[in-house]
């Protein structure tokens, strides 16, 4: 019987890098992981094969439409649709690699199979009908989130779909209807819109991206609609059904009404994703679950099961990969007896898609909620000299800023390369940073990030370039 002094349940971002982190603080640890690959839901069937297929369908687009303007004179393009799916499986394989070499560095023993806890301090690791009870001081949660199904609409990963679905088809579907108009399919839509697909996105609420600053959503749309994009806000898919030919979804208004039937090729269901906690044994071994099915922890990520704790999707708080990275290494300093912590008010999202969105802390739905006094500055991508050069203009960043104080509250930000530019923000609010620190600070020329500062020089009315 092995002992430990952690066993990590789950090898993604969050378990993965709690599992580094304990090793470099001295401890004997193990990962268990069910799936063939080290990495999870991010590394083989989310975030980086979705980003490849961003990449390379971006890159088609701008052959086919942008070179021509800068005088890059190409022979249309034509889609080799299996070589861009191994262009991105060589993503895949080189990122799982990578985690499969930092185990090996740092002396991470690796237990294939399913994990699952027997009470503090043991964990059952089972797999082909053989099991093994390893002993250990401390035991973390990393099972992390798997995909929200829609009642009546059985998924089959062939033509109704889902994110991991979507990433593999092996063919550009003539119209692609897309359940739900959240960061997972819009990027999904990206792609496909992007190779050809026609793309119909419904959503029950009366708004894409739920929880982003409004405004923000709203441009968003807008561009997305120019890009193709056919909306469907405040509808709900109520059922799909195969003809054969095509899928037939029934589309009804979510305040009621007369339905309508639309035609596709292949429906994506994207609603969001739940806790993924089957098999783990959490109710035998007495670990709480609050309503939503996600494990209930303390402030130092602890569980009602003394020496068991969790991290990731599968806690509360937003399904990010750096996130759940971020409470990973915090809780293997706890557990060494350090002070690891998370500063929940600055954790960044991205949608990937082009142009990229990007924002960090509070919306300004948020503050008018709470009564909070603030500012705003807003500095939109045509008045930047580097977006005006390379013709990328779409967008605008806006800075919301205490009143009182000046500290900056929230960055939210919808430009190329919005997902690199955010991190400033995120520096300067992680040290209570206020508007005036970020207009004084010099910025290179010519850059997209000057449009940061103009934002900031905004907030109290002077900025320069507009």
């Known amino acids: ?226 890009q193709g994009f056919v909306f469907k806000l405040g509808a709900k898919v109520a059922g799909v059904e195969n003809n054969g030919k095509a899928l037939l979804a029934k589309i009804e208004p979510a305040a009621g009404g007369a339905a309508e039937t639309l035609d596709a090729d292949v429906v994506l269901v994207c609603i969001g994703r739940v806790p993924y906690t089957d098999g783990l044994g959490l109710k035998e071994a007495g670990v709480a679950l609050d309503n939503r099915g996600r494990v209930q922890i303390d402030p130092h990520f602890a569980t009602s099961v003394k020496g068991v704790y969790a991290i990731g999707d599968v806690v509360a708080g937003p399904m990010l990969a750096h996130k759940a990275e971020d409470e990973g290494v915090a809780v293997a300093e706890i557990i060494a007896g350090q002070a690891g912590h998370v500063n929940y008010d600055v954790i960044p999202g991205v949608v990937y898609t082009t142009p990229e969105v990007s924002c960090v802390g509070k919306t300004e739905e948020e503050l008018k909620q709470a009564g909070q006094a603030y500012t705003v500055g807003k500095f939109p991508f045509t008045a930047n000299g580097r977006s005006k050069v390379n013709q990328t203009t779409d967008g605008f960043v806006k800075i919301l800023a205490d009143a009182k104080t000046d500290r900056v509250l929230g960055v939210h930000i919808i430009g190329r390369e919005a997902g690199e530019m955010i991190h ?43």
């Open 1 to 226: 019987m092995a002992t430990y002094d952690l066993v990590v349940i789950g090898t993604g971002p969050g378990g993965y890098v709690c599992a580094v982190r304990a090793a470099q603080l001295g401890m004997k640890v193990a990962v268990v992981e069910k799936n063939a690959t080290l990495g999870g839901t991010c590394l083989n069937v989310g975030c980086m094969p979705s980003k490849a297929l961003l990449h390379a369908s971006e890159m088609f687009e701008e052959a086919a439409h942008s070179f021509g303007k800068m005088g890059v004179s190409v022979s249309a393009p034509k889609l080799e649709l299996p070589a861009m799916m191994n262009f991105k499986q060589q993503g895949i394989d080189g990122n799982v690699k990578g985690v499969e070499f930092l185990m090996k560095k740092n002396k991470i023993d690796v237990l294939k199979g399913t994990g699952k806890i027997l009470g503090t301090g043991k964990v059952e690791v089972s797999a082909d009908g053989k099991s093994q009870v390893v002993d250990t001081k401390s035991i973390v949660i990393a099972t992390g989130s798997d995909i929200a199904r829609l009642k009546g609409i059985e998924i089959d990963e062939k033509r109704i779909v889902s994110s991991t679905g979507a990433l593999s088809l092996d063919k550009v579907p003539g119209k692609l209807l897309i359940v739900g108009a959240g960061v997972i399919g819009l990027e999904l839509g990206s792609v496909w819109k992007r190779l050809g697909a026609e793309v119909i996105v419904v959503e029950f609420l009366d708004r894409i991206l739920p929880g982003m600053d409004g405004e923000i959503a709203k441009q968003f749309q807008r561009i997305l609609e120019k």
């Open 424 to 466: 400033e923000a995120c520096v300067l609010m992680e040290f209570g940073g206020s508007a005036e620190d970020l207009a004084r600070t010099c910025h290179a020329h010519p850059t997209r990030s000057e449009a940061i500062k103009e934002a900031a020089l905004a907030v109290g009315k002077r900025a320069i370039h507009m």
